[in-house]
């Protein structure tokens, strides 16, 4: 032992208190405060064990006593005498000590003595701030701002009008989907990456990250949108819009800019609101719509490192034209690195992003057939549930929220359990309570947007079941997510759609009774991922 293993004074109001005894008071070479090393065995006392002492220097009838009380708080919360013979050999006691003072062979014997006579006590541990404590306020503003957009539609529906296109679907749908699910997938990707850099601490880097990826997502919705044919032609305006403003959306977001994204859309959602009770004329919904695009494309560039990204293209560009041929390529001689590319601090790979597109991915088309399933197979264009995929919106604020608590749950089971299996059990309690808040709350904005929304379809038993379903697998998948696990997230889901999408275009069984099959055996094999991925306590430090 190097030294002492007390971390704090353990006599009373934290002085430290020596494990010897103090030395015969016959002795008088002693300096004063000393103790000995190898004090005179104690005598009985005249009168019996249980006559008290005749004066203070006395010694105790049973050194183990003595020994037991000034040891009680380290004894009493330790969980192995190994600890306590830890602690005696850290003072200095040698087992000579030990066997002369105490009568027990060496400290391990003295630890187990001592670990059968002080009863376990346990101290609770400090209490520690909560790591994973949010602001409901702040995620419900998060799923708020998720949910606004959605009103742009309906203040440039007049702009759409037009004859329903091959699937049957509203003009300018598929138009404006493929847009909107292609910016999605690539948003995920992008937001990861640039998160992946802001935990690192570079907030440069993830600007720089967000500077080039944005320009480049909305370039690819926009050209998603232009690739599918026949639509109205302010439907492909519409869409490069929307396009644009998903990749200020993500700046925003990314950079906890949503209170500025909020006031960006305010112009929009007071139109859409306005619309709905009288009927402005085409200029004014325009000038809304670009006003609001305008408002959240500047604030984004407000947050971006403009000027520095430019000066480093430009740098970038030169030694590009300046590099001489064979220069930067593989070089096999080359074995060793010099010392300044070993200390080079890597970024995330780009490859760790794609699961969060593919998750993106599944997520997206499984919402989309929520909403459009029946009407893409062939059903009537009045059986759009529209409020199912703006509940499922609108309950990404609240499910964000429930994440927090769920990991704040399993971190005060962790410290709590006293085994994996006790540990499980609080996991799988915490687990049942944020799903089914996260249920209730995706019901009752379920049933509230069918009872608002002009000419919904009914929300039968089925519906109200594919939606739970499809909920869970969301929750879930988001609770694999935030652990690390999106790889089986995004296999799950993403097999999902693709299961659908297929008995879609076979038109393989009754639509509504595929979705329930689908949703059901998606939300059935990620509960059973997350039980066995989360129900580790390695899991959650």
Sequence with gaps: MSGSLWLKPPGPEGTWVHVGHPAPAGRTDTPAGRTDTLPELPRPRPGGPGTPAADAGSPAADPMDELAD??????????HPDEIAAILESDGMTDEHIRLTYGRQDSFALAEDLYARVPRTFPEPDRLPDPWKVSLTACLLRGLIFALPGLAYVLGAPLLEGPPD???LPAGTLTLLAGALIGWVWDQSL???AYSWLGLGDRAAAGRTLLVGAPAGALLGTAAAFAVPGGPPFSYAFAAGQAVYVGAATVLLVLGRERLLLAALGPMAAGAVLSLFTDPPVPVRVTL???????ACTLALRELPLAKGVRAGVRRIHRWAERRPGEGGPVRWRMLRGAEEDHTR????IGDSAPYGVFG??????????ALGEVLSGGPAEAVAAPSAVALTLSMGPAEWLLHRFRSGSLAGLRAARSPGAFWRRMLATLARCLSVYLAVLLVLGVTGTLLWPHAPGLTGLRIATLLLLGTVMWTGLLLQSFGAVRPAAVVCSGAAFAQSLALLAGIGQPRLVQLAVA????????????LLLGRATAHR
């Design 520 to 531: 059901g055996t998606a939300a059935a094999a990620l509960a059973f991922l997350v039980c």
């Design 346 to 349: 890597r970024g995330p790979r």
């Design 191 to 193: 937001s990861h990456r």
């Design 70 to 79: 000034r040891l009680g708080a380290f004894a009493g919360a330790a969980v």
């Design 166 to 168: 091959r699937l049957g």
């Design 289 to 295: 719509l670009l006003v609001s695009l305008l408002a």
């Design 361 to 370: 991915l599944g997520t997206g088309l499984l919402v989309l057939y929520a």
